[in-house]
């Protein structure tokens, strides 16, 4: 027996369960909350199941309906991988794309990436998860972002890595340190000055000393802690110098803070996208991770043309 609902019975479904409110959704597909009413509860009698649990100020899926949701979504992204093309259906369908990331690449490059993401695909909402490497790598592991911006992941079987670009550690003080007027720094001198350092569970911080095992003379940390932008807070107060990846600087002509480049050694590290290697992903999660692909190489391209 065919059931009596059609394509936009369920387009106004996934409204609701996305927005949780009745009169948000029904404005987002452009009909009256009272049609829209009649949509979902038409939906309902042909289901036999009620999907929505309603209040006055919320709307909640019931155990059914987030079951339903979940089905539905692969249902209407694998009907996506036919449309997309269409001219104009890429703009009118909603959905959601999650992203792992360590937070010196959402400033320096994911910001300007989900910015034309939204230009190209305005109703599609980009959930960021911002975290250390090792929580970003084992978000995408375990399937709980789509994809993710990392520099940890090339090493794991089950985990795809795509390079993206490589770039320094540099030394971070502030305009007015001894270090400041230097064209470049040893880590040997960076001893001698106060030093923060990151938190031993940081990716960055486990790649540094790898990198700087056996070496003479390296820094020993005055201050220690987890994430970057408090590193970059405490160089910016004037407590000692930091060491961080380029793109987790702020912008050269910040007024405070400079970088410097470090030598004996250098240090670098590769960042890229990760994504496991058994799944596929949805048609707007791949277009995020493409357009990611695609803006660093015109990066790179423009950098290439800038270059004397």
Not at 131 to 160: H, I, P
Not at 193 to 207: C, E, H, M, Q, V
Request: hydrophobic fraction near 45%; charge should be neutral.
């Amino acid at each position: 027996m065919a059931m009596n609902f059609d394509l936009n019975d369920l387009l106004a479904f996934r409204a609701v369960a996305e927005l949780g409110n009745f009169r948000k959704a029904a404005e987002s597909v452009h009909i009256s909350q009272p049609a829209f009413s009649r949509r979902i509860d038409k939906l309902e009698e042909a289901l036999g199941a009620r999907l929505l649990e309603r209040t006055t100020r919320r709307v909640n899926l019931t155990t059914v309906g987030r079951d339903f949701d979940r089905q539905l979504r692969q249902i209407l992204d694998a009907l996506d991988t036919t449309l997309l093309g269409i001219r104009g259906v890429a703009a009118t369908r909603m959905g959601e794309v999650t992203v792992a990331c360590v937070p010196s690449a959402v400033n320096y490059f994911l910001s300007g990436v989900i910015a034309a993401y939204h230009q190209r695909y305005p109703k599609i909402r980009v959930r960021i998860m911002d975290d250390s490497a090792n929580e970003v790598l084992t978000a995408v592991a375990r399937g709980e972002a789509d994809f993710g911006l990392n520099f940890v992941g090339s090493q794991e079987s089950d985990v795809e890595f795509e390079p993206l670009l490589e770039e320094h550690f540099v030394a971070a003080c502030r305009r007015d340190h001894p270090l400041a007027g230097k064209p470049q720094v040893s880590w040997l001198e960076l001893a001698q000055y106060d030093y923060i350092s990151a938190g031993k569970t940081s990716g960055n911080r486990l790649l540094l000393d790898q990198a700087l095992a056996g070496a003479v003379g390296k820094p020993h940390s005055m201050y220690e802690t987890q994430h970057g932008t408090t590193m970059i807070g405490l160089v910016e107060a004037g407590l000692g110098v930091a060491v961080v990846p380029s793109m987790a600087m702020p912008a050269a002509d910040h007024p405070l803070l400079v970088s410097v480049p470090l030598v004996d050694p250098v240090v670098k590290r590769k960042m890229g996208l990760i994504k496991r290697r058994s799944s596929v992903l949805t048609p707007a999660a791949q277009q995020l991770y493409d357009l990611c692909a695609e803006m660093q190489v015109k990066s790179r391209q423009t950098t290439a043309l800038e270059t004397p």
